[in-house]
């Protein structure tokens, strides 16, 4: 994996301008913060990210993947104040999940999700190195 940063270009915060990569694709579906049975258990906007970041990792596995293969991430956010003011509690749920690989991602702020409670939706695309 390689990360593509151009030179001259401000350093990126928490996300690479792109990731060139070769191997097996893992594509993952938008993720939301609720559990394995699909029960969310916080309205929180951290631990819904959080909890959508170990949904992330829990199908990674499935395919034998990591979240250091993660290629791409894209973020769907109900409120784009929500976070931005999340700021540190954020990149700390991230970094306990992630690690500190930081892959090419979009934040978008959507007017609704598909699961009514639903403070996020995190879709991801990894590549596993053949």
Request: with cysteine; hydrophobic share 45%.
């Amino acid at each position: 994996m390689e990360i593509l940063n151009p030179a001259g270009w401000p350093r990126p915060k928490g996300y690479s301008n792109g990731v060139a990569a070769r191997g097996r694709v893992v594509c993952v579906s938008g993720m939301v913060g609720w559990d394995a049975q699909g029960q969310f258990h916080t309205d929180d906007f951290v631990a819904q990210c959080r909890q959508a970041l170990e949904n992330i990792v829990a199908v990674l596995r499935e395919a034998g993947a990591g979240p250091q293969h993660i290629v791409r991430m894209t973020w769907y956010v109900l409120d784009k104040r929500e976070y931005l003011d999340a700021g540190a509690a954020l990149g700390a749920a991230y970094r306990d999940v992630i690690g500190r690989h930081y892959p090419a991602m979009s934040a978008v702020q959507v007017s609704a999700l598909m699961e009514d409670r639903a403070r996020v939706e995190i879709e991801a695309t990894a590549v596993v190195p053949d």
